[in-house]
C-alpha cells in the first residue's frame, strides 16, 4: 500500500513570495491534515480535512495560509505572501477513522522543509 | 486548552540501557494516547496508543501505560538499542479524532 505523497521535498524562496506545497493521502483515507513542525517543536495542526470539507482550520493563519481538498483526494497548502517565520517542515498526514473510532492513527508523509530567506 | 508536556532532551544512553521519556498531559475528557517516533530523515509514524484508562500500548519492546490519575503516559523501554536513536513525540487525541496535539518532542540518542 503507497504511503502519503508529499512534494516538493523541500523548497527555498525570498520572504513575500508564494509556494504551493501538495499531497496525496493513502487510497481510500477520508481525513486528511496539515501541519506545520518549526524546528525544535512538534507538529502543530494547521488544518483538518473530512472528504473535502473543512473539520478544524483554527490554527491556520488564515490571511496568509489557504488550503484546499477539491474532490476529497488530495489537497494544497498556499502560504502568500511567505514570512521569516514561516520556515518549518509542513507535514501531511492521513486516517481513516470509522464513525465511533476511540482513537485516530494517522499515517504521514516525509513533509516539505520550507526555508524562508 | 489541552496540551502534552514530555521531558527535555536529548537523553543519551549507552545500548541496553533502560529508557523513560516522561510524557503528562493535559485534557477535558477522556482522550486517547500516543507515541509516535521520528528516526532521521523519515516521517512521523505511530509506535504504541492506548484509548482509555490503565490500557497498556506496546510495540518494538516499548510500553507505555495510561495513568488517569496522574494524567501520564510515560515511554519505556528496557534495553535500548542503536537503532532506536530518533525523536519521540507524545500526542494525545479527543475521542471523536478531531484533534491532536503533540508534545515537542524528546530527542533520544543510543551510544554502541
Known amino acids: 500500500e503507497a504511503g502519503v505523497a508529499q512534494s516538493p521535498r523541500y523548497k527555498i524562496i525570498e520572504k513575500r513570495q508564494s509556494v504551493a506545497f501538495w499531497c496525496n493521502p493513502i487510497?481510500?483515507?477520508?481525513?486528511l491534515y496539515w501541519y506545520q513542525q518549526i524546528l525544535g517543536q512538534g507538529p502543530k495542526l494547521l488544518i483538518q480535512?473530512?472528504?473535502?470539507?473543512?473539520?478544524?482550520d483554527s490554527q491556520l493563519p488564515k490571511d496568509r495560509f489557504s488550503a484546499e481538498r477539491l474532490k476529497g483526494v488530495d489537497s494544497t497548502l498556499k502560504i502568500q505572501p511567505a514570512k521569516l517565520e514561516d520556515s518549518a517542515v509542513y507535514l501531511c498526514?492521513?486516517?481513516?477513522?470509522?464513525?465511533?473510532?476511540?482513537?485516530?492513527?494517522?499515517?504521514f508523509g516525509p513533509g516539505t522543509r520550507l526555508t524562508v530567506l | 486548552g489541552d496540551s502534552v508536556t514530555q521531558m527535555e532532551g536529548p537523553v543519551t544512553l549507552s545500548e541496553e540501557a533502560f529508557l523513560t521519556i516522561n510524557c503528562t498531559y493535559t485534557?477535558?475528557?477522556?482522550?486517547?494516547l500516543f507515541w509516535y517516533v521520528q528516526y532521521p530523515g523519515e516521517g512521523l509514524q505511530l509506535l504504541l496508543k492506548?484509548?482509555?484508562?490503565?490500557d497498556k500500548g506496546s510495540n518494538k519492546g516499548f510500553e507505555a501505560t495510561y495513568r488517569k490519575e496522574t494524567t501520564s503516559f510515560h515511554l519505556e523501554k528496557g534495553s535500548v538499542q542503536v537503532s532506536d536513536s530518533a525523536v519521540y513525540f507524545c500526542a494525545l487525541s479527543d475521542r471523536k479524532g478531531f484533534k491532536t496535539i503533540f508534545g515537542a518532542g524528546t530527542r533520544l540518542f543510543v551510544k554502541a
Open positions: 480535512f473530512q472528504n473535502n470539507g473543512v473539520v478544524d
Open positions: 498526514a492521513s486516517s481513516s477513522p470509522t464513525g465511533l473510532a476511540s482513537y485516530n492513527e494517522q499515517f
Open positions: 487510497s481510500g483515507h477520508a481525513t
Open positions: 485534557a477535558t475528557g477522556y482522550p486517547s
Open positions: 492506548a484509548t482509555k484508562a490503565d
